[in-house]
């Protein structure tokens, strides 16, 4: 039930917290100073490479995954040939919106201007109305600087974040 699911949830951040552990994430905790830094890169929107069969990078807006099966990997390879089965690249308004959906997965949230100067676009011009009734709802906090989800915002962290998407 979903009540129930609600309640373990609410269960774990308190013993986890009461366990020294921090929640940083929707399903992720640690203790001070031990965040998964591999994770966090992810959901910072960082760019990272992927090496080896069904691998996925993404470097400068760019999406590519690499060759699956790993025969079809490795004769590539030395027969010097792209290894990369597919590729996409993501417009300013699908690159802001996938930044947005991984930053309101974290309890840092997002910073709004750095959405801005990295893509173009104006989170709270464009999602203001958005923006007032999430935290008017009390599913988001708005400090001026940082965009992140209250405890009842992560719960519909998906549905919110779909708000956000082009």
């Given amino acids: 039930e979903e009540e129930d699911a609600v309640d373990w949830i609410r269960w774990t951040v308190s013993t986890l917290a009461e366990a020294g552990y921090e929640r940083y994430e929707i399903s992720n905790y640690a203790q001070p100073g031990y965040r998964c830094r591999h994770n966090l890169l992810y959901w910072r929107d960082g760019e990272y490479v992927g090496l080896g069969a069904g691998a996925v990078s993404y470097l400068s807006g760019e999406r590519r995954r690499n060759l699956v099966k790993a025969t079809d990997y490795i004769a590539g390879a030395l027969e010097r040939r792209s290894l990369v089965a597919e590729s996409e690249r993501l417009d300013p308004d699908t690159a802001c919106g996938e ?68």
Avoid: N, W, Y
């Fill in 99 to 166: 930044a947005v959906m991984l930053g309101l997965r974290t309890t840092e949230g997002l910073a709004p201007e750095e959405l801005k100067r990295r893509f173009g676009v104006d989170l709270r011009q464009r999602h203001k109305d958005l923006i007032a009734r999430l935290v008017a709802g009390g599913l988001m906090l708005d400090d001026g600087v940082r965009l992140r989800l209250t405890f009842e915002g992560m719960l519909v962290q998906s549905a919110i974040a779909c708000e956000f998407l082009p």
